[in-house]
């Protein structure tokens, strides 16, 4: 009855034009244009009601959840794409009615109606995909986990579906007999795909293995990245460097090469700090009585040097030592005291980390000296904080260290060539 009421309007706006004097085939024409736009208006209206009544109501509903996976829908335009339902159903339902006197129009009509749904279809998918994305963001458990990479896996896959079904709307054929057809060209699909595939494999890897994280700070010198990981998606892992300058390096290469995750160091609450005091070895010597009372009034080294000292003067008694030479015996040497005083310093150090290695030793001799290494740990892990630390330590010691009559190895400096001049030109003068 609805189909015959429709002839009937038409027919009747169709008349209408043929007696105002328009040939038959311009009345056919403008009739079709007139009911087209009616059709569109209507739709138009009708989407704008269904947009504005399916958001309200869910803002209704928004405000009694405490989650916030309803709030990124919005966001997302999930319900302005399922709101587009309604003006497609419209516009599909008029169609025979638009194309009343051109009949064999209806069938391509419906055709590009089916490909719109496919889009329309797609558009509310990704909606939902991305809302999720966002959301899983927001959690403790999937905050630092690549689910931007899984977001574009299934993206691509949905395209792909909805390219295939498209591509059956448009030609006809069924779906199986095109992925028949593309069976020869799937090294090409492979080529084509080759970062994305791996970049799939290798974020499911990372993300198993918990190999990198957003946030982490990772070294990889091959592709110039030094700094925080700020993004992981499917081809692309992005870095912020500490210069503020961005990294790109592909995300198979997390699995291929080799990299620095500083990540373990943050989590244990210990960062290392291993630096040398290069002393002057002309300056080491024993040390005598008057030093060692002279050296005792330094608070860290005191017990150990009163223990130290009655301790090597039993031995050397105990074995008729001829102390009148300090190279005879056993003797204590302004070095051994000074390196007692550097572990007992980071001891009582309130920036170092008391249960990680704590260590002052020897390194090989050069032309610059003896290096006398520290190798400990500071209890912050934030960059100022840590420079500032290993700073203050060695502000401490190089001052320090000329209490135990050493001296720090330097190179001549200019002021040092002038001063040697002079005392050439006064010696050849006197």
Not at 82 to 106: C, E, K, L, Q
Not at 126 to 154: G, M, W
Not at 349 to 367: I, Q
């Amino acid at each position: 009855m609805n189909d015959t009421l429709s002839g009937i309007e038409i027919e009747w706006i169709h008349d209408k034009l043929i007696a105002s004097g328009l040939p038959v085939n311009t009345a056919m024409y403008l009739n079709m244009l007139i009911i087209g736009l009616l059709t569109i208006v209507v739709a138009y209206l009708a989407s704008s009601i269904s947009r504005k009544i399916l958001i309200s109501a869910f803002k209704k509903v928004a405000k009694k959840t405490t989650t916030q996976f309803d709030d990124f829908l919005v966001e997302n335009h999930t319900f302005r794409n399922i709101a587009r339902i309604v003006p497609y159903i419209i516009i599909v339902s008029a169609g025979p009615t638009i194309f009343y006197d051109f009949p064999n129009w209806v069938k391509p009509f419906n055709t590009i109606m089916n490909v719109v749904f496919v889009i329309i279809i797609v558009n509310i998918i990704r909606a939902v995909v991305f809302s999720i994305r966002d959301f899983l963001h927001t959690t403790e458990n999937f905050k630092d986990k690549p689910v931007q990479s899984y977001a574009q896996v299934v993206m691509i896959f949905l395209y792909m579906s909805a390219g295939l079904i498209i591509f059956s709307i448009l030609t006809g054929k069924s779906v199986v007999a095109f992925l028949t057809a593309m069976g020869a060209a799937s090294a090409v699909l492979l080529l084509v795909f080759r970062d994305s595939i791996l970049g799939f494999v290798a974020s499911i890897q990372v993300s198993i293995n918990d190999t990198v994280r957003i946030g982490d700070w990772i070294e990889m010198p091959k592709y110039g990245a030094d700094g925080d990981v700020i993004e992981i998606n499917l081809t692309t892992v992005k870095v912020q460097n500490w210069d503020k300058t961005i990294s790109t390096i592909p995300t198979y290469a997390l699995i291929s090469d080799s990299f620095k995750n500083w990540r373990g160091m943050q989590a244990a609450g210990g960062r290392r700090i291993k630096r040398s005091i290069n002393v002057k070895i002309s300056s080491i010597r024993h040390i005598s009585e008057q030093d060692i009372e002279r050296m005792s009034k330094i608070q860290y080294v005191s017990k150990y040097l009163n223990e130290r000292s009655a301790e090597i003067k039993q031995y050397n008694q105990s074995n008729n030592i001829d102390t009148s030479l300090l190279i005879n015996g056993r003797q204590l040497t302004n070095l051994g005291v000074f390196r007692k005083y550097i572990e007992e310093y980071i001891k009582n150090n309130p920036y170092t980390h008391k249960e990680m290695t704590m260590l002052v030793r020897h390194l090989e001799p050069s032309a610059k000296g003896l290096p006398i290494e520290l190798y400990t740990f500071a209890n912050k892990t934030e960059w100022g904080n840590y420079e500032a630390i290993m700073a203050d330590m060695f502000d401490h010691l190089l001052a320090s260290i000329r209490y135990f009559d050493l001296e720090v190895f330097e190179d001549p400096a200019s002021g040092d060539i002038r001063y040697l001049k002079n005392t050439e030109k006064k010696t050849s003068v006197e």
